[in-house]
């Protein structure tokens, strides 16, 4: 059983920034990618970024290459999102998500960023 628990999230008026956390727990993520994603009403769930277990490997949506960054801290089995130059498009209740044979959810944060 995973358990993954997303925080950060909030309102930020465009132009500014939010960090999302995603704590994970009761199995490591050893070994697995990790990823946070985006679903803004009425519109389907998109990758936002991706990261491999070394963290070596990380994939970007393009719509967020150069303001968002992915990183993770393997012994505090967490998972972070660093967004900067947010704006109103990027409004949606984020994901976090560990890529394993099946892939594990978390409930999810809202950020808004108002215009």
């Known amino acids: 059983q995973v358990t993954l628990v997303e925080s950060g999230g909030g309102l930020v008026q465009a132009g500014g920034s939010l960090r999302l956390s995603c704590q994970a727990s009761?199995?490591?993520?050893?070994?697995?990618?990790m990823g946070w994603f985006r679903q803004a009403p009425g519109k389907e769930r998109e990758s936002v970024a991706t990261?491999?277990?070394?963290?070596?490997?990380?994939y970007y949506a393009d719509v967020v290459k150069g303001r968002f960054t992915i990183s993770r801290d393997n012994a505090k089995n967490t998972v972070y999102l660093q967004m900067n130059s947010l704006k109103p498009e990027d409004t949606a209740v984020y994901y976090c998500?560990?890529?394993?044979?099946?892939?594990?959810w978390g409930r999810g944060t809202q950020v808004t960023v108002s215009s």
């Open positions: 998500a560990l890529l394993a044979v099946r892939t594990y």
């Open positions: 009761g199995r490591t993520f050893v070994g697995h990618s």
């Open positions: 990261i491999s277990w070394s963290a070596g490997t990380t």
